[in-house]
């Protein structure tokens, strides 16, 4: 098996040098006073890419599922009701959750391909009376951005929480947590944040747990977030033992993040998805997205017709070492998920991908040009500001 593989998929994303050096770091106890300054170093940077001035701010330990379950136990419980915005995979992940927690739930459904739409989440917080609304900015199983600043004015009107889910925008797009008034962010380490798969950054508005009856406990041991304040918080009481080397390797990525800053890294997410999206013009593979609509760190196309698209990715993985994604749920076998995440989303990662796209169309028989993909894609990244 070859070693490196250059991971162009939904996530995981590339990690830098500095990222996985990190990981090798002398382990610290989890209540060594250095490993707890880390961790608040987490906290500050988390606070900055989350756009949050929440103070319990930190890496669930867990994947961004981790994270979006704990939003999920500490808000719901049996007499709430929750409005859950639907238009792909995370979000019926979401459902499926909030069913678990025992809130009543109350689902909308958007088609796949297709953003939230604002206009009925209007109608439907008002038929709902929804105490919570939950929403995926960016939905990775359709590469789709969703219209934030306007279901969170929304639920501020009606004066329900909201859950966003950031997983696929944090540190790739713009995530403005106290602008949104959002009770609960949450988001992933191994997207646009550019470290392993593993943690679940969380940001949780100081007021967001006032609500909840004494008699109601969180579902969750594990994931309740008023025993985790206790030790992310001043007290630093042992709760469970945090995965230290994890949280080096975000600490980094997040010092990375904050070095770069946040337009820098916006701008290089644009670039790095007009360039992919230029490449991939060249091979006539459509988007299966509205340009009004795309995700700077994940693009979706339809894959060549009349080939086994499942065989070509494989033949990517193998024999090129790049990583690409096929469709999930219904787009099973239609899309192609092309991330630039993170230290993906740089010129060098495109135009590797697109011209080994291109080497295995050729080798199925297509026509496609290397040399005229990364130049399409070259041109792009110098166009798009
Ligand atoms: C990846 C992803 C998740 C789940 O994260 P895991 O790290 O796989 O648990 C949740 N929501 C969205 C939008 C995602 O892209």
């Not at 070859?2 to 990690?15: A, F, H, I, Q, T």
């Not at 995926?136 to 004015?153: C, F, H, I, L, R």
């Not at 360039?275 to 760190?297: C, I, K, N, T, W």
């Amino acid at each position: 098996m070859s070693e490196e593989v250059l991971l162009m998929g939904p996530g995981p994303s590339p990690v830098s040098q500095r990222v996985l050096r990190a990981l090798s770091r002398p382990l610290l106890g989890h209540l060594d006073p250095r490993f707890l300054q880390e961790l608040d170093s987490v906290g500050d940077n988390l606070r900055l890419a989350f756009g949050s001035s929440a103070r319990l701010t930190f890496p669930v330990s867990g994947t961004g599922s981790a994270a979006m379950e704990a939003a999920v136990v500490n808000l719901l419980w049996p007499g709430r009701t929750v409005l859950v915005l639907e238009n792909g995979v995370f979000g019926e992940r979401l459902t499926a959750m909030a069913q678990r927690a025992g809130a009543k739930v109350v689902r909308r459904t958007y088609p796949m391909g297709s953003p939230v739409d604002p206009e009925d989440v209007r109608q439907a917080l008002r038929e709902s009376g929804a105490d919570v609304v939950a929403i995926v900015q960016a939905e990775t199983s359709t590469g789709v951005k969703s219209d934030v600043d306007a279901v969170a004015s929304l639920a501020r009107e009606r004066g329900a929480q909201l859950i966003v889910d950031t997983v696929t925008s944090l540190g790739g797009m713009p995530v403005s947590m106290d602008a949104w008034n959002a009770a609960i962010v949450y988001s992933g380490s191994q997207k646009c944040l550019g470290a392993p798969p593993g943690l679940g950054p969380i940001s949780v508005a100081d007021d967001a747990l006032a609500g909840r009856p004494e008699t109601s406990t969180v579902q969750s041991w594990y994931l309740d977030l008023g025993l985790i304040a206790r030790y992310v918080g001043t007290e630093r009481l042992y709760h469970h033992t945090a995965p230290v080397s994890m949280v080096f390797a975000l600490g980094e990525a997040l010092r990375a993040l904050r070095e770069e800053g946040l337009e820098e890294r916006f701008l290089r997410h644009r670039k790095a998805s007009a360039a992919l999206r230029a490449g991939l013009g060249e091979f006539s593979l459509p988007s299966r997205v509205a340009p009004a609509d795309l995700l700077p760190s994940l693009t979706v196309v339809t894959p060549p017709k009349e080939s086994d698209e499942a065989a070509l990715r494989r033949e990517l993985l193998l024999a090129e070492g790049i990583e690409i994604a096929g469709g999930l749920g219904p787009w099973k076998g239609q899309a192609w998920r092309i991330g630039t995440m993170g230290e993906g989303a740089r010129l060098g990662s495109v135009l590797r991908t697109v011209q080994a796209i291109a080497r295995v169309l050729r080798r199925d028989g297509r026509s496609a040009s290397p040399a005229a993909a990364a130049q399409a894609a070259t041109s792009a990244w110098e166009e798009t500001q």
